[in-house]
């Protein structure tokens, strides 16, 4: 039978695990502060903030919002993101993406400090993924990690294939795949053959940005699958990069569209958070 991997259900106990880590901290007069920036006001963008707001209330960080406007300049967000650093009650700091136009996103990435980063995108932080050192991680790729153990699959010595090359999710997901154990195939525009190779995989994270783009003939029978797309479909229902009920027969597991990947992304955010904080003490 297949298993449905609950993101919803592993996000609220990876949360409950941090509620009572931060209120062992706060009696010890420790709290913890998460600084999120977000500049204009994209939909998109103005949800997940909200979110993370919520996740913070939750599990009893201090989160300050910084509502920027649209024609913000990249000198006063640097301003800002350098204040920040330099705060003492601060212990992450979260600029949301995408910027408007007239700002770096790679300046601004860079100006975080590393011990801060708790995205997980600062160069320092990647440069210590990819030779196995302890930093932040990209908060996606780790929630997958927790995804797979906490569901009892084993990475160990299984060929896991990405779909997907991107600095936030397809490049530290093989790092992180890796550590694990597993044999690695990152795949992408490039790649010839792209069915013969998904159809190697014991465990599949299709992470290539087109809606329903997978069907079961990319699928290993009994394979892993980890669907990090998020799209509408033609009836505004939410769906992912894999067709999920042509896929559903086929599979030893699978994460659904909602409710799979995006809820451990906030989980895995405020997991850095804390582990912000903890470094301090």
């Known amino acids: 039978m297949t298993q449905i991997i609950d993101g919803k259900k592993i996000s609220a106990e990876i949360k409950d695990e941090l509620k009572e880590k931060v209120s062992a901290l706060k009696a010890e007069g420790k709290e913890i502060t998460l600084a999120v920036i977000q500049v204009g ?23 300050l919002a910084y509502e920027l406007p649209e024609d913000t300049t990249e000198e006063e967000l640097l301003s800002l993101v350098n204040q920040l650093n330099e705060s003492r009650d601060v212990h992450g700091i979260l600029v949301q993406l995408p910027l408007p136009k007239q700002i770096n996103e790679d300046k601004i990435i860079k100006a975080i400090a590393p011990a801060k980063d708790v995205d997980g995108f600062h160069p320092q932080s990647v440069g210590a993924l990819s ?36 600095n936030i999710v397809g490049k530290p997901m093989a790092l992180l795949l890796l550590r694990e154990n597993g044999t690695v195939t990152v795949c992408h525009s490039h790649t010839k053959n792209l069915k013969e190779v998904c159809k190697r995989a014991d465990i599949l994270v299709a992470a290539i940005g087109k809606p329903k783009f997978f069907n079961h003939e990319y699928i290993k029978e009994g394979a892993v699958v980890i669907d990090v797309g998020i799209h509408r479909n033609e009836n505004n229902k939410l769906c992912g990069d894999v067709d999920y009920d042509d896929v559903f027969p086929h599979v030893s597991a699978i994460t659904p569209v909602p409710g799979g990947v995006g809820p451990m992304t906030i989980a895995m955010l405020m997991y850095n958070c804390v582990q912000a904080a903890e470094m301090e003490i």
């Open 41 to 63: 006001n994209d939909p998109a963008s103005t949800v997940y903030v909200g979110n993370k707001k919520k996740s913070c209330a939750y599990i009893g960080i201090r989160s």
């Open 131 to 166: 030779i196995g050192q302890p930093g932040f991680v990209s908060c996606t790729p780790a929630g997958i990690i927790q995804l797979l153990k906490r569901s009892g699959i084993t990475i160990d010595g299984k060929e896991c294939v990405i779909v997907g090359r991107s």
